[in-house]
Structure formats: structure tokens, C-alpha cells
């Protein structure tokens, strides 16, 4: 029995698709359910049992002894959420205790850090732990996310594996719900559709031209690859990167969508929000040594790949992964 927190997410529902294509079929989705608008996400895949977030340490101290791996993708992720309360309880310590829980119960655990942690990138994009405690996240949700790395690195009881990941941009179907938080190709598709045309983020920044903002975009198939790979792996615990290792700007993004739906690139520029502008990262590239010097030696998807694949396999068909 595998657990997947976040299992009506974005990367959750994914990565149950990834684990049925495995034929791992008696997955525990743990959730939130009260969205309709992510039921679509969950159609069609094979789940043995769904639980409540808020009950799930209860069912888990039940039904431990069936359960084989546990990924924890579940999380606020919004980069504009300035509740503190919120991400406490849902970053924080409700990570806590699953970690403790995992040790207790000797369950190897991967969980969702993210790449907003490093803030402006002041001390590089390398998943050296030892930097860890150093870096400057530029908003509540990745200042939640460091302090949950810390912890974990602080901590002198592990499960016998464990992972981070600190997931980079991700991008891919199954993110219809996510609003504001969607990947900017779903948002170019959309005001393609509706508009013809893109605007992208003016530059505020004098290092970087209109467009020219850079960020690693990484398809979501590569991530579930990764988390395959460290489910049957089980050595070498730690936090890793898990992006593409190249960053790409902004407008090759959005020509890429135009290009994927035969169209010539109609691209203007319109300013940073104001809420988001002085956190804004305008440049993240992870370096992907750490992940390959364990084994994982798939290449990843180019920019070029995975908009067509996302694109024209599901953004056009309406479908899901």
C-alpha cells in the first residue's frame, strides 16, 4: 500500500497515474476533497481508499503495517498565502508529523520541498545541505518549506530512507485548478485562445530584459520519473534538486505554446503585480549533480518537449494525466 498526500493536486494525481502505470493499485489518497474542481483529477485511477487530511495520522496509526511508502506532496503551495497559521500547520507541522510517524512505523518517505527556498539565489542553486540554514526564501510559503528542511536535517531520529525534493517550476496537465498558481504555458494557452496573444511580466529588474526573466521549468513526467526511481532506490537519503538543470526564459516558454499551436509568437509585456513584485525570482537554474551522482541517468524533457507533449496531448484535448 502506498500513501499519497495531495492526491487531487497537481504532482499528487500525477504521480497516482505514475504508480498505476507501475501496477501499484492499492494506493491511500490523502486529501482535502472539498474541491470539485480536482475531482477530475482523480477520475479513472486506481485508488484503494481515500482519507481526510485531518483524519489521516489516525487512519495511518491503524493501518501502518500495510502500508509500504509514504509520498508527502501535499502542501499549501501558494506563493501569495501570507497566513502564517495556514502554512504552519499544513507545511510545517503537519510534515512533522508525518516524518515522526514514518520513523515510528519504519516507512520510507519522500517528501515536496521547492526551489523557493533559495530566494534570490545568493548562495547558487546547489541541494548542499550544509547551505540549508543559510538561505533566504522571498515569501511565507518558501520560508515554510526551509524550515521544514532544517528540521529535518536537525533531527538525530531519520526514516530508514528519506527524500526532499525542492521540485523547481513544474509544469503539466493536471493543473486545470490551480488558478493563478498554474504554470504561465497553461496561462499563454489559455490567453491564446482568448486573445490570440501573451503578456508576460515586465522586467523590474535592470540585470534582465522584458522577458528575459529565466527560470527552470521542469516537465512533470520527468518528476514522477524521479519519484519512481527513489521509491525502488531507498539509499542515499537527503534532499535533492528535482529540476530540468537548465534555465530558460520566460519568452522562449511562451513562443514554445505559440509554436505548439502552429501560430507565430504574439507576445507583450504588462507589469509585475505589486503583491508579488519584491519577491519575484528572476533567475533559478538547479544544479542536478547530486540526483545523478546516486544513479538516475534518464535525461530530462527540453523546454521544446514537454510544451508540445503538454500541449498538444492534453491542454488541446482538455485531458488528464
Not at 515522526?100 to 548562495?123: F, K, M, W
Not at 504588462?270 to 508579488?276: L, R, Y
Request: hydrophobic residues 35%; charged residues 25%.
Amino acid at each position: 500500500m502506498i500513501i499519497v498526500t495531495g492526491a487531487a493536486g497537481f504532482i499528487g494525481s500525477c504521480l497516482i497515474n505514475q504508480l498505476n502505470a507501475e501496477n501499484f493499485n492499492f494506493i491511500v489518497a490523502v486529501d482535502d476533497f472539498s474541491d470539485p474542481r480536482k475531482q477530475a483529477n482523480l477520475v479513472d485511477k486506481r485508488i484503494q481508499e481515500y482519507v481526510d487530511r485531518e483524519g489521516f495520522f489516525g487512519w495511518l496509526d491503524q493501518n501502518y503495517q500495510e502500508v509500504e511508502f509514504i509520498f508527502h506532496i501535499g502542501a499549501r503551495t501558494d506563493t501569495t498565502e501570507f497566513n502564517w497559521d495556514i502554512l504552519e500547520h499544513l507545511n510545517l507541522e503537519y510534515s512533522k508529523q508525518i516524518w515522526n510517524r514514518c520513523i515510528d512505523y519504519q516507512i520510507p518517505l519522500v517528501y515536496a520541498s521547492s526551489a523557493a527556498t533559495y530566494g534570490l539565489g545568493e548562495h547558487g542553486y546547489d541541494d548542499n545541505e550544509s547551505i540549508i540554514p543559510q538561505l533566504q526564501p522571498l515569501n511565507p510559503y518558501g520560508d515554510s518549506k526551509n524550515r521544514f528542511d532544517i528540521w529535518v536535517l536537525e533531527q538525530e531520529r531519520q526514516p530508514f530512507f528519506w527524500a526532499g525534493l525542492k521540485f523547481f517550476n513544474v509544469y503539466g496537465p493536471n493543473e486545470y485548478h490551480k488558478d493563478r498558481m498554474a504554470s504561465v504555458i497553461f496561462h499563454t494557452y489559455q490567453q491564446i485562445l482568448k486573445t490570440g496573444k501573451m503578456n508576460l511580466f515586465r522586467s523590474h529588474n535592470p540585470e534582465f530584459a522584458d522577458g528575459e526573466q529565466m527560470r527552470d521549468f521542469v516537465y512533470v513526467k520527468d518528476v514522477l520519473s524521479v519519484c519512481s526511481f527513489l521509491m525502488h532506490h531507498r539509499r542515499n537519503s537527503g534532499i535533492y534538486n528535482l529540476g530540468s538543470g537548465k534555465a530558460r526564459t520566460f519568452y522562449d516558454l511562451a513562443a514554445n505554446t505559440f509554436r505548439a499551436l502552429d501560430l507565430e509568437p504574439n507576445i507583450g509585456f504588462i507589469d509585475t503585480p505589486v503583491d508579488i513584485r519584491d519577491k519575484y525570482q528572476y533567475f533559478t537554474q538547479a544544479n542536478m549533480a547530486k540526483l545523478r551522482s546516486i544513479g538516475y541517468d534518464k535525461p530530462f524533457c527540453s523546454l521544446e518537449e514537454g510544451i508540445h507533449d503538454y500541449v498538444v496531448n492534453y491542454l488541446k484535448k482538455d485531458a488528464y494525466l
